[in-house]
């Protein structure tokens, strides 16, 4: 048996991390003293916090680390460690949009001394956006649920027998925008208008067009609504965004472009 100090030495973690653990019932002390209250661990415990320790370098949590140590069963150990390489994946690419956006700021702002630019690049007119048949799936998600719908209509492309376009997007109901659970409704554009979910007519609409990663189209959309305010409109209904040039192009996120409307009228 070990001492706490001597258990935390060895598996080099701080007593006091030790004791979190103990208290939310994620790694227990196999004796614990009732005259004095040490705590001992035994020599197989080193193997169970080595375990959570990689675990949490994987990017788990507590909470799902407290789960994964219970299960036993291989096919779903192998497909939660599959589905967290997927995410840090995704959270690589991220990151490394973040690093060429970052670069590009500084460049920027070293050349003009305005850390502000990136906001004001934005070219705002008054169009009709374009008539979409669409096949859609409505519902409250977050952005990271895109694929997932996504998915789900492209599974009804040759079941239905329809032609995609290409024109793909989301349309936002919520007044208030929330990351994790919004009214989303996502679509993808087909030629068929007899077998289309639903048909969006066209409207006139402030629009731009964002050039780069998803993560910063709220610049574009904090450049359309300051220029619909300054400019004698306002907004006569839901945003939405059309997927011009994306991944699936095989672009580097730089070189994606999007298109954000929002219906206005004037004042």
């Given at each position: 048996m070990l001492q706490i100090g001597e258990f935390s030495r060895v598996c080099q973690v701080?007593?006091?991390?030790?004791?979190?653990?103990?208290?939310?019932?994620l790694l227990v002390p196999a004796e614990v003293d009732r005259f004095t209250g040490y705590r001992y661990?035994?020599?197989?415990?080193?193997d169970t916090m080595n375990y959570i320790q990689r675990l949490k370098r994987y990017?788990?949590?507590l909470e799902e680390i407290q789960y994964l140590i219970t299960v036993s069963d291989y096919k779903e150990l192998a497909a939660a460690l599959?589905?967290?390489?997927?995410?840090?994946?995704?959270?690589q690419q991220e990151m490394a949009i973040i690093l060429n956006e970052l670069q590009t700021h500084i460049s920027v702002f070293e050349r003009t001394g305005d850390i502000m630019t990136y906001q004001k690049s934005y070219t705002i007119e008054v169009k009709h956006s374009p008539a979409v048949n669409v096949l859609a799936t409505r519902a409250v998600m977050g952005v990271d649920e895109f694929g997932r719908y996504y998915g789900t209509l492209f599974e009804r492309v040759p079941k239905?027998?329809?032609?995609?376009?290409?024109?793909?997007?989301a349309k936002y109901y919520d007044e208030e925008f929330n990351k994790d659970s919004s009214d989303i409704e996502v679509f993808?554009?087909?030629?068929?208008?007899?077998?289309?979910?639903?048909?969006?007519?066209?409207?006139?609409c402030a629009m731009t067009v964002h050039h780069g990663g998803y993560s910063t189209?709220?610049?574009?959309?904090?450049?359309?609504?300051?220029?619909?305010i300054e400019n004698g409109y306002e907004m006569a209904g839901a945003p939405f965004e059309l997927y011009i040039k994306t991944?699936?192009?095989s672009l580097s996120p730089e070189d994606w472009e999007t298109e954000v409307y929002f219906p206005v009228r004037k004042k």
């Open positions: 701080s007593v006091k991390t030790l004791h979190h653990y103990d208290k939310i019932g661990y035994r020599t197989g415990q080193i990017g788990f949590s599959r589905g967290q390489k997927e995410k840090l994946k995704r959270e239905e027998h329809v032609t995609p376009t290409g024109l793909n997007g993808i554009g087909i030629q068929e208008k007899d077998k289309a979910d639903t048909v969006l007519e066209p409207c006139e189209l709220s610049e574009a959309y904090g450049a359309i609504v300051s220029w619909i991944q699936f192009d």
